[in-house]
T-cell receptor
Framework: GAVVSQHPSRVICKSGTSVKIECRSL??????MFWYRQFPKKSLMLMAT?????????EQGVEKDKFLINHASLTLSTLTVTSAHPEDSSFYIC????????????FGPGTRLTVL | QKEVEQNSGPLSVPEGAIASLNCTYS??????FFWYRQYSGKSPELIMS????GDKEDGRFTAQLNKASQYVSLLIRDSQPSDSATYLC???????????FGKGTTLSVSS
């Protein structure tokens, strides 16, 4: 199946710093990618939809100025957590549907963020 | 706002038994449903998708959809300890693009 990668897989940072997470589709193009967040023992919650060539669409309650999303190319989306705080500590997962594949989505391996 | 409901469990079954996982959804107009498996610390992996009423079988897995009751289930036959994981039921969001997940059911298969 299609492969989606994320980098880094794990990051620990100090409160107040910014962290960038990359999501790449390795063998297909994705005009749209999705960013999810998962707190311990909780389900995945959609944060935003990343659109190549246009602004991201954020879900209700997600601060767009805090979670900056850039979809730089058809294979790369980045999520930057700005001025991170301990409550931002979570498991961040991206997913991407191959272009034209409305239902099938491939998930990246996730990034574990810990903010001290 | 669409919602997907699952019993969080844990559901415990002995090795070789059938595990039955259930899910209900709020939007009667929803058409596409997905079952994902998630191991601890890992991202979800797709087990099956189902779009039509009835059963869909893939190996040891059978997904069942009943649109009248707004109910989706996943049966795992001959359960193995390696099936121990959290199983997530998902619907598509209003735009039909991203996934809306239930809270997941934790399955434990004992040997």
């Amino acid at each position: 199946g299609a492969v989606v990668s994320q980098h880094p897989s794990r990051v620990i940072c100090k409160s107040g710093t910014s962290v960038k997470i990359e999501c790449r589709s390795l063998d297909f193009q994705a005009t749209t990618m999705f960013w999810y967040r998962q707190f311990p023992k909780k389900s995945l919650m959609l944060m935003a939809t990343s659109n190549e060539g246009s602004k991201a669409t954020y879900e209700q309650g997600v601060e767009k100025d805090k979670f900056l999303i850039n979809h730089a190319s058809l294979t790369l989306s980045t999520l930057t957590v700005t001025s991170a705080h301990p409550e931002d500590s979570s498991f961040y997962i991206c997913s991407a549907p191959p272009s034209g594949g409305r239902d099938t989505q491939y998930f990246g391996p996730g990034t574990r963020l810990t903010v001290l | 706002q669409k919602e997907v409901e699952q019993n969080s469990g844990p559901l415990s079954v002995p090795e070789g038994a059938i595990a039955s996982l259930n899910c209900t959804y709020s939007d009667r107009g929803s058409q596409s449903f997905f079952w994902y498996r998630q191991y601890s610390g890992k991202s979800p992996e797709l087990i099956m998708s189902i779009y039509s009423n009835g059963d869909k079988e893939d190996g040891r897995f059978t997904a069942q959809l009943n649109k009248a009751s707004q109910y989706v289930s996943l049966l795992i036959r001959d359960s193995q300890p390696s099936d121990s994981a959290t199983y997530l039921c998902a619907d598509l969001n209003q735009a039909g693009t991203a996934l809306i997940f239930g809270k997941g059911t934790t399955l434990s298969v004992s040997s």
